[in-house]
């Protein structure tokens, strides 16, 4: 099988990095083809839409949000923070792909999936009128 892999971190350094290699190390041993994309700070190496479309199923190993999502719709996904596939690679690929095999897997594009995440309202305290001095009035009003 065939699978597209994203990876990215918050610093999209180092385990960027070894997510995408510990995803192609175990997609090796396991014999499936796995092809991944790293995003981060030192840049993307974007996949091919040929790439993409040959693929059975994606893998975002991210903690952010995936620059370009829409180039995989359609496809069956999975979605774990990066830390999970430098731990458990193995079990991600054999989970997406007994997902897609059984159809299961959620697409991309389906639903809210393909929607980037939008950004929390803040919470806004009313202004309270402070008394003078230094400490705003923190030891009472005289």
Do not use: W
């Amino acid at each position: 099988m065939k699978i597209v892999a994203v990876t990215s971190c918050i610093t999209g350094i180092a385990h960027t990095y070894m997510a995408a290699e510990s995803l192609e190390r175990a997609g090796k041993k396991l014999g499936h083809e796995v092809i991944v994309e790293t995003q981060g700070s030192a840049g993307s190496n974007p996949l091919k839409q040929e790439v993409i479309d040959a693929a059975d199923a994606v893998i975002f190993a991210v903690d952010l949000e995936v620059k370009g999502r829409d180039r995989f719709n359609g496809k069956p996904y999975i979605q774990v923070g990066v830390a999970k596939a430098i731990n458990g690679s193995a079990g991600l690929i054999n989970t997406v792909l007994e997902a897609t095999a059984n159809g299961t897997a959620a697409k991309v594009g389906d639903g809210a999936s393909a929607k980037p995440a939008a950004p929390a309202a803040e919470a806004k305290a009313p202004k309270e009128k402070k008394s003078g001095g230094l400490f705003g009035g923190l030891f009472g009003k005289k």
